[in-house]
């Protein structure tokens, strides 16, 4: 596949990700009306942005492949590294909340959510990673037994419709469960 093309990918990919990096910026300048953890999770967000967005113009301004491999590894390495950090952070920033509201009492806690967060994450991992393992067979079958093109390209996005669907639904639930009630 010609560099050309995969920085235009690259491009395409980068503008339809301002649904992430433009929050991101928002809590960045709101500076410390923003929880620590959650600066730095944005901070992640940004660098893992803008390194594909200059991975896309590296694709499109250099004829070999080795400097935007470098930057794209160099970028993936800085916005891991800024992710572990905020995971850090924000455990010890729940230990805290869960100490002060200890101190006060029989006042009930708010219910934390985060590992409900964590499975609609696996879930769509699971389901992006068999997309790509049904489009990767797909595609075997159609170039040894001429399979229908259409059901190739079909076959993945039901994979990832049906895990979208289980994330929603295992959403509601929790939201509809009792415990989940708010008073």
């Known amino acids: 596949m010609p560099q050309r093309v995969l920085a235009l990918g690259a491009a395409t990919v980068t503008a339809a ?4 990096y433009l929050p991101a910026l928002a809590d960045l300048r709101a500076g410390a009306d923003r ?4 600066r730095r999770a944005a901070a992640a967000c940004l660098s893992g942005w803008a390194t594909t967005g200059v991975v896309a113009v590296l694709l499109f301004a250099c004829e ?4 935007p491999s470098g930057v794209a590894v160099a970028g993936a390495a800085v916005t891991v590294g800024l992710r ?5 952070q924000r455990r010890r920033e729940m ?6 509201w200890a101190a006060l009492g029989n006042v009930r806690r708010p219910r934390d959510t985060g590992g409900a967060r964590y499975v609609v994450a696996v ?3 699971i389901g992006l990673a068999a997309a790509v393992a049904a ?4 595609a075997v079958a159609e170039r040894e037994r001429g399979v229908d093109w259409w059901a190739v390209t079909a076959v993945p996005s039901a994979v ?3 895990f979208l669907i289980l994330a929603v639904l295992y959403g509601r639930a929790l939201r509809h469960h009792p415990s989940g009630r708010r008073p």
């Open 135 to 138: 489009a990767a067979l797909g």
């Open 64 to 67: 070999e492949w080795w400097t």
């Open 95 to 100: 230990r805290q909340a869960a100490r002060d």
């Open 160 to 162: 990832v419709a049906l």
């Open 84 to 88: 572990a950090q905020a995971a850090v």
């Open 123 to 125: 879930l769509l991992g």
């Open 35 to 38: 929880p620590p953890a959650r």
């Open 17 to 20: 990700g301002c649904v992430w």
